[in-house]
């Protein structure tokens, strides 16, 4: 899904942001992204991590905090700061079920895939085969995700790496003769 016409930036870069992390709702929502390092997002669940960003996406998140300080500034005391890179208008954490239906089913709706059950959980799903057929590694791919184990990972996507495997085994054969 690319840009679609009337998209609201911050809802464009929270899409991407959302696609580029693989990240589950309770982030994407905005109850745990926060600005606490310039090149990752953080959560701050019980085991915090950082999650690395590409450079698209990173210049998209310098443009929307210069124009969420406009808007700090504009509200003044109205604004409730808690450090979230997507607030709701006035800072708070949005309403995932807000998000989920005024933001996430009309860009749906507006890139024509409605009707396909293509859930926000769906952009997790994208995240991890992209990064398979990519060929990077399982191990990596848990750590991105925030699984506790790679089995957590492999038991979840291990059918996404069929047929990987067939590549190396050529290369040897090329290798050794």
């Known amino acids: 899904m690319n840009s679609i016409k009337g998209e609201r930036l911050a809802h464009r870069l929270f899409r991407r942001t959302s696609r580029a992390m693989g990240s589950r709702s309770s982030l994407r929502a905005g109850v745990w992204l926060a600005w606490d390092t310039p090149r990752a997002a953080k959560d701050s669940a019980p085991t915090s991590r950082s999650v690395p960003l590409n450079e698209s996406v ?21 604004w409730e700061y808690r450090g979230l890179i997507f607030p709701d208008r006035v ?3 949005m309403d995932p079920s807000n998000v989920y239906h005024r933001v996430y089913k009309r860009l749906l709706q507006k890139a024509g895939l409605r009707d396909q059950d293509f859930t926000f959980h769906s952009l997790r799903h994208t995240f991890v085969t992209e990064s398979f057929t990519r060929g990077k590694y399982p191990k990596i791919v848990q ?23 067939s590549d190396a085994v050529e290369g040897l054969e090329e290798s050794f003769g």
């Open 58 to 78: 990173m210049a998209a998140v310098k443009i929307h905090r210069l124009g969420q300080n406009e808007e700090k500034l504009r509200l003044g005391e109205l």
């Open 91 to 93: 800072g708070k954490p």
């Open 143 to 165: 750590s991105l995700l925030g699984h506790s184990s790679i089995t957590q990972t492999m038991d979840r996507y291990s059918h996404l790496l069929e047929g990987i495997g």
